[in-house]
C-alpha cells in the first residue's frame, strides 16, 4: 500500500487554486447543481463582475 501526504489542503488558503482551475470548477458545480454550461458560464462572468459598474449588462443576462 503506498500513501501520499501534503502539507496544505490544496484549494485551501496556503495552496489556492489557479484561477482558471478555480472557474472550471464553479461551472462544474453549476452544471451537478441542474444548471446548463452556458446559465453557469454566464453566473461565473456576473460573480467575476458583480463588482464593476459595467456588470449591468451581466445581470440582465443572467436572468434568461
Known sequence: MHELTQNHMRGGS?????????????????????????????????CTNMFNVGAVAAVASFRR
Open 14 to 46: 496556503l495552496a489556492p487554486l489557479p484561477d482558471g482551475e478555480l472557474e472550471r470548477k464553479f461551472v462544474d458545480k453549476a452544471l451537478h447543481g441542474g444548471w446548463s454550461k452556458p446559465r453557469g458560464e454566464r453566473a461565473l462572468v456576473w
